[in-house]
């Protein structure tokens, strides 16, 4: 019996199993369409359709054949992910820029007024930013729709 035939045996949708199962639905419907479940996606499963991993598992690799050394949609998920948090520590790493340079001004005036150093820190320091930023701003660099959008684009691009 499959996972989405012990599904709808309880009535539940694919969103209510999500939620007992804690995991997403997007997942579910993967699942379900025959993609290969990680470990811990049969561990949740099986807990609340009340089976065993193994059986689940001996379901799941009947339904999916995957050729040695072909990339799993975890892998490409993995991946996926892994390029979005890059790219948003490029978003965190302007944000400190922007509270780290005003009390870096505060302490040059408190310790060497006569001298500005802080203006070379700015310098280096802002022309890295803004080189990094050129490279991602035509990206849409800030807001979860972007990363939500790029998380996309490389899924559709791995499934085409």
């Known amino acids: ?13 694919q969103e209510e199993l999500a939620l007992h199962s804690g995991l997403s639905t997007r997942t579910i419907q ?5 993609q290969k479940a990680s470990l811990e ?14 059986t689940l598992m001996q379901e799941n690799t ?6 040695p050394g072909q990339p799993t949609d975890q892998d490409f998920e993995r991946e996926a992910v892994d390029y979005v948090q890059k790219v948003k520590a490029v978003r965190i790493h302007l944000i400190i820029f922007a509270l780290v340079m005003p009390a870096l001004y505060v ?4 310790i ?3 001298y500005l150093w802080v203006g ?4 280096s320091w802002g022309s890295a930013l803004v080189f990094i930023f050129a490279l991602f701003a035509l990206t849409g ?19 085409s």
């Open 1 to 13: 019996m499959s996972i989405q035939e012990r599904r709808l045996k309880k009535g539940w949708s």
């Open 62 to 67: 009947m339904n999916h054949t995957i050729k």
């Open 107 to 110: 302490l040059n005036l408190y």
């Open 112 to 114: 060497s007024p006569e």
């Open 41 to 54: 996606s049969l561990k949740c499963l099986a807990s609340v359709l009340e089976t065993s991993i193994r």
């Open 30 to 34: 993967r699942i379900e369409r025959g």
């Open 141 to 159: 660099l800030f807001g979860a729709s972007w990363e939500r959008k790029q998380f996309q684009k490389r899924m559709r691009k791995y499934r």
């Open 120 to 123: 070379l820190v700015a310098i």
